[in-house]
């Protein structure tokens, strides 16, 4: 069933009057509303009564960092509620201490565990269309209440396509529903019919949103609804090109996709620096304001009043105790415009820091060489993992792999003495996915040219003077090839591998990894060997061989040798999309499982 509560309204308007205190340092934010008053039929009156409602759906779905102690697991992933940089965990890019069965074909449907399980969650949902049955009775004027309409519908758009990439086809609901409506007991909606309606409403909330700088501080603008409208278009569009078996044509959206870029492409511009400094620091600050790249950030900061337990953590290691791969790691091209498996510059794999030298400057910004990124505060719990990577045999908190990872790692000790005030900023929206996501779409749609590859990859790579990208002259990488042809059945156009590329390499560690494997129909890359750094014993004098940690054959740390023996092995028959849970299904019967669950 969707829901089985009955609507609380006095439950939910205090609800969202709590949250609005979190929102912004306006004033006006910070008004409090005489609680011991509040009724559905005095609610619905004023601007104000709009506002405090909407509130709540900012901190639930501009999730950044999380809030408080942020040591929430999402479902159905399974990983710490900041999946803005966790999600990748279930990826190729990561290995946790404790590997997710998501993706190695041991994730099972959940029997019970309440609303939310594995999941198939519609809170959300029927808290927004509880808004939309009941804003209207305000009676305010349109150009007034159609702002805070608009982030309904941005909200509603976002919710439903998060839900339509875990499970396909779900129950399109236009209403808040009650214990006894007989809308609880739908079938799934179509997917094509559902991403029609994300699309619809969309829209309204470009047309209804206040354009960028008319806003109140920290609330939605075109922008952003543009941004997710990019995202949505590249997502489904590519979906149902390479999952043929939907028999859907993703033309319109790939066109959305380019559409929504377009907009976005002349307002906004990459941040530049030192070439060897510039791409880590972006994640690692405090305040986006007037940062030309972030069209969407969460904010934490004293006059906000709350913050979120993430740097310190981060710097520990201690969500999750994780490493980057060698499948990221070897993916990155060396400073010439080579790949690895054919660059003069390559140094070889026979330690980490050869391996670091002579490549993108974007490697050693996102995974930590030995001796870079050292705690400035040596008294941090935690702070043995920094100068070496803390592997297994060694004492603290794990990187199994061996590979740190640098990219949005703080090096404040004031902000990990906040703990749970936290005031790491976290960027939601970052305009370098626009310019990915426009080179792709183009791609798919037979338009790309030289000139789209200059004002996108390429304006990426510059910022780190790493060489273009020449169209006809793509970099050699028997390698890629290799694993492609291995584990996808066949290569794919190089033009298109290196698209890809670059969007594995700049997005790393974004949450981004795992949807663009579903989208392609790459889920077999999750069955590449999961590899660590090359060991080398004097580097790590006391670990014990057999013991603490296992080689490949040519001397790589394999993190899951005892715990995975078989390695992550991907199901293509069912595991592009989850299964819903089974109480879900006693309940409604006319609810279908997903193929093979």
Same mark, same amino acid.
């Given at each position: 069933m969707l829901h089985t509560m009955k609507t609380n309204i006095k439950i939910v308007i205090l609800a969202a009057i709590s949250f609005s205190l979190l929102l912004s340092c306006k004033k006006n934010f910070l008004d409090r509303y005489p609680l011991d008053n509040i009724t559905d039929q005095n609610f619905w009156k004023t601007e104000n009564d709009l506002k405090l409602y909407v509130n709540s759906f900012y901190p639930a779905y501009i999730v950044g960092f999380g809030s408080g102690n942020a040591d929430a697991t999402t479902q159905p992933f399974g990983v710490n509620v900041s999946t803005l940089v966790y999600e990748d965990l279930i990826t190729d890019n990561a290995a946790p201490n404790t590997y997710s069965k998501v993706g190695t074909n041991e994730y099972i449907a959940y029997r019970s565990g309440g609303s939310g399980s594995g999941g198939w969650k519609f809170d959300g949902i029927k808290q927004l269309n509880f808004f939309l049955d009941n804003y209207k009775r305000a009676n305010l004027p349109a150009i007034v209440a159609n702002q805070y309409l608009g982030e309904v519908f941005f909200f509603k758009a976002w919710d439903y396509f998060d839900k339509v990439k875990l499970f396909g086809d779900v129950p399109w609901v236009e209403h808040a529903l009650e214990t006894n409506s007989p809308e609880l007991f739908n079938a799934r909606t179509p997917r094509a019919q559902v991403m029609d309606s994300i699309i619809m409403i969309l829209d309204k909330a470009i047309a209804y949103l206040p354009v960028k700088g008319k806003e109140e501080s920290n609330r939605l603008n075109k922008d952003m609804a543009q941004f997710l409208k990019s995202r949505i278009g590249l997502y489904e569009?590519?979906?149902?090109?390479?999952?043929?078996?939907?028999?859907?044509?993703? +033309?319109?959206? *790939?066109?959305?996709?380019?559409?929504? #870029?377009?907009? $976005?492409?002349?307002?906004? =511009?990459?941040?530049?620096?030192?070439?060897?400094?510039?791409?880590?620091?972006?994640?690692?600050?405090?305040?986006?304001?007037?940062?030309?790249?972030?069209?969407?950030?969460?904010?934490?900061?004293?006059?906000?009043?709350?913050?979120?337990?993430?740097?310190?953590?981060?710097?520990?290691?201690?969500?999750?105790?994780?490493?980057? +791969?060698?499948? *990221?790691?070897?993916?990155?091209?060396? #400073?010439?415009? $080579?790949?690895?498996?054919? =660059?003069?510059?390559?140094?070889?794999?026979?330690?980490i820091q050869t391996e670091m030298e002579n490549r993108d400057p974007r490697l050693p910004q996102t995974v930590a060489n030995f001796g870079t990124y050292n705690l400035k505060d040596k008294t941090i719990m935690g702070a043995e993992n920094a100068p070496t990577p803390n592997i297994p045999g060694l004492n603290g908190n794990k990187c199994p792999t061996g590979y740190r990872v640098a990219k949005w790692f703080y090096n404040s000790p004031a902000d990990w003495n906040r703990v749970t005030n936290g005031q790491q900023a976290a960027p939601v929206f970052r305009y370098a996915e626009i310019l990915l996501n426009y080179a792709e779409a183009k791609y798919e749609l037979g338009e790309i040219s030289q000139s789209i590859i200059d004002q996108t990859i390429n304006k990426l790579r510059n910022r780190v003077k790493m060489p273009a990208l020449i169209v006809g002259q793509e970099p050699a990488d028997p390698r890629l090839d290799g694993i492609y042809q291995t584990y996808m059945k066949g290569t794919i156009p190089v033009l298109l591998r290196e698209i890809r590329r670059e969007r594995r390499v700049e997005m790393a560690f974004e949450n981004t990894r795992w949807d663009d494997l579903m989208r392609w129909k790459a889920g077999n890359l999750m069955s590449v060997p999961i590899e660590g750094i090359k060991f080398v014993q004097s580097q790590f004098p006391t670990v014990v061989v057999n013991r603490d940690i296992y080689l490949s054959a040519e001397g790589y740390i394999l993190p899951y040798f005892k715990t995975l023996p078989a390695g992550r092995k991907f199901d293509e028959t069912k595991a592009y999309l989850f299964p819903i849970p089974t109480e879900e299904l006693i309940l409604n019967k006319n609810l279908v499982q997903n193929p093979n669950w």
């Open positions: 569009g590519t979906y149902r090109k390479y999952h043929s078996e939907l028999g859907l044509d993703g +033309t319109k959206f *790939l066109k959305y996709a380019v559409e929504a #870029s377009e907009d $976005l492409l002349p307002k906004y =511009s990459l941040v530049q620096g030192d070439p060897n400094t510039v791409y880590n620091n972006l994640f690692a600050t405090e305040s986006y304001r007037g940062n030309p790249e972030v069209v969407l950030w969460r904010e934490y900061s004293a006059a906000l009043t709350y913050g979120a337990a993430f740097s310190r953590y981060f710097a520990q290691n201690q969500r999750h105790q994780f490493g980057a +791969t060698r499948s *990221l790691v070897d993916e990155y091209l060396c #400073s010439d415009g $080579l790949s690895i498996s054919t =660059s003069p510059l390559f140094k070889g794999k026979g330690s």
